[in-house]
């Protein structure tokens, strides 16, 4: 079973289209995380929600916006979309100190 | 704020040759320092981690050694393989349940046969 998910694995659209990526755990964590990887592979994070409660917001643009339906779901809404939203985009979850598990990634390429 | 700052790659090897990758930070308080390792088309996994000065995480024949004098924790493996070909990403969490983990750029490795 995988034990984090994320669909779908690629998603090609137009400048100004509205996309959302889903993200499952199955692994029983409380906190899971969304993290943008540039096309330098610069990893960086972008929300973390505990319990369904946002904790960390990294000044990302109000385009986007996450929610958590549960704490087993973190799905990443992104409006209006622009030519540097193109990346990929990881979800990851954790339980312990920071130990973190990633899904395989979400690549968004934006025309 | 925080940083990791890690050796710029790419790196390319033989089969068989020493890897070391070397990964300093800045960080207040106590930090946790991770090795995150990401192969082709795939996404991060943890490689090891340490959680206080002097600890020695090791995997899979990888070693870090977390180096508080020197706020480093260089990662090496003494005979790399063909399937060691990957990105490697070192990471810390600062002190406080905050759950952040704070990446360097990451260093590409190809290992050759």
């Known amino acids: 079973d995988t034990a984090v998910s994320q669909t779908p694995k ?5 400048m100004g289209n509205d996309k959302s990526i889903k993200c499952e755990q199955n692994l029983g964590h409380d906190t899971m995380y969304w993290y943008k990887q540039d096309s330098k ?8 929600y505990n319990n369904k409660e946002l904790i960390i917001n990294e000044t990302v643009p109000n385009r986007f ?11 990443l809404h992104i409006n209006s979309l ?3 939203d193109s990346a ?13 598990f990633f ?6 390429t934006v025309l | 704020g925080d940083s990791v700052t890690q050796m710029e790659g790419p790196v390319t090897l033989s089969e068989e040759a020493f890897l070391t990758i070397n990964c300093t930070y800045t ?10 390792v990401q192969y ?7 490689l090891l981690k340490a959680t206080k000065a002097d600890d020695k995480g090791s995997n899979k024949g990888f070693e870090a050694t977390y180096r508080k004098e020197t706020t480093s924790f260089h990662l090496e493996k003494g005979s790399v393989q063909v399937s060691d070909s990957a990105v490697y990403f070192c990471a810390l969490s600062s002190q406080g349940g905050s759950e952040k983990l704070v990446f360097g750029k990451g260093t590409k490795l190809t290992v050759n046969p």
Request: proline residues 8%; glycine residues 10%; charged residues 15%.
């Open chain 1, 10 to 14: 690629y998603l090609v659209t137009q």
């Open chain 1, 41 to 48: 592979k610069f990893l960086k994070i972008m929300f973390s």
């Open chain 1, 65 to 75: 916006s996450p929610k958590s339906p549960d704490k087993a779901h973190l799905n």
């Open chain 1, 82 to 84: 622009e030519l540097g």
């Open chain 1, 88 to 100: 990929v985009y990881f979800c990851a979850s954790s339980q312990d100190w920071a130990e973190q």
């Open chain 1, 103 to 108: 899904g395989p990634g979400t690549r968004l």
């Open chain 2, 27 to 36: 960080a207040t308080g106590y930090p946790s320092l991770f090795w995150y």
């Open chain 2, 40 to 46: 082709p088309g795939e996404g991060l996994q943890l």
